[in-house]
Nanobody, 123 residues
Framework: QVQLLESGGGLVQAGGSLRLSCAASGRTFGTYATGWFRQAPGKEREFVASISWSGSNIYYSDSVKGRFTISRDNAKNTVYLQMNNLKPEDTAVYYC????????????????WGQGTQVTVSS
């Protein structure tokens, strides 16, 4: 497993942007698919975006497609989530996750999780 630590959350007005980072420990990070989930108050955790270990396969939920961009830098053991045109409904705790299986990660999250970072979008 890898250890994950998110950063970059905060308070932003609707229409604004934030970039989340997820720093991973472990020399095998480059072999893991990674992704982002989010959980809003009173709601279940939901898939946001994922990226394969090579970066060649990327998926987004319909709710963020066209506004969010996931990327990774394996040399820095870091995954990013660029969030543009943020909406109040994007308010949630965002979690980074990693797994050796990209398909499993998209369905239920990975075997490794970060502690989460709060994103709040005001109207």
């Amino acid at each position: 497993q890898v250890q994950l630590l998110e950063s970059g959350g905060g308070l932003v007005q609707a229409g604004g942007s934030l970039r989340l980072s997820c720093a991973a420990s472990g020399r095998t990070f480059g072999t893991y698919a990674t992704g982002w989930f989010r959980q809003a108050p009173g709601k279940e955790r939901e898939f946001v975006a994922s990226i394969s270990w090579s970066g060649s396969n990327i998926y987004y939920s319909d709710s963020v497609k066209g506004r969010f961009t996931i990327s990774r830098d394996n040399a820095k053991n870091t995954v990013y989530l660029q969030m543009n045109n943020l909406k109040p409904e994007d308010t949630a705790v965002y979690y980074c996750t990693a797994d050796r299986s990209s398909s499993s990660l998209r369905l239920q999250g990975g075997t490794s999780w970060g502690q989460g970072t709060q994103v709040t979008v005001s109207s």
